[in-house]
């Protein structure tokens, strides 16, 4: 069946200037890096699944040597449950630990939110500050938590303060050979 419509656009030959193609409204233009794309991972497409893999604005990154150094830190249980509550709610570009209205978290509302007494809430964010996954920042009486960028980050890019509270961290050091 051919098309009746008048064509919205062409794909052009670079070096003949040849028409190549015809494109009409609703068509899809598959580029080069998708074709070779999905030649390589061709056999775990499926046609008719979505695949989103966190390319919204709420994908956040855990570099692989920081999940497996994380596991060996031998954190407690009430640990972990902070620090994945905090990765949670770690905001883009900032590093900040805060709510979506940017109000920093605090001590009261993690204890209550995960059922922790406030000694295990106030021992378990020590532990977190004082192995360098977490720092905290005392400014106008408010206390502000913000996640360090060499183990899980929002973004593409971190703000210099966010980055001189964490280049000394063994987080930083780590040499990738």
Not at 134 to 150: E, L, S, V
Request: a positive charge.
């Amino acid at each position: 069946m051919e098309n009746t419509q008048q064509p919205i656009s062409y794909i052009v030959h670079a070096e003949t200037g040849e028409i190549e193609k015809e494109l009409f409204e609703g068509d899809r233009i598959i580029r080069k890096k998708q074709i070779s794309f999905s030649k390589q991972h061709g056999a775990d497409l499926e046609e008719d699944k979505i695949y989103n893999f966190g390319q919204d604005k709420k994908f956040s990154m855990l570099s692989e040597f920081a999940s497996k150094q994380l596991a060996n830190e031998k954190l407690t249980a009430s640990e972990y449950r902070i620090l994945l509550l905090m990765i949670s709610n770690t905001h883009y570009k900032s590093g900040l630990i805060a709510f979506g209205n940017n109000q920093p978290i605090n001590k009261e509302w993690i204890s209550i939110n995960l059922g922790l007494t406030q000694k295990t809430t106030d021992n378990s964010i020590k532990t977190l500050i004082d192995r360098g996954i977490i720092a905290q920042n005392i400014t106008n009486h408010k206390t502000k938590y913000f996640f360090n960028p060499y183990i899980q980050y929002r973004g593409r890019w971190i703000n210099k303060t966010l980055y001189e509270m964490f280049k000394n961290t063994r987080w930083a050091k780590y040499d990738n050979k």
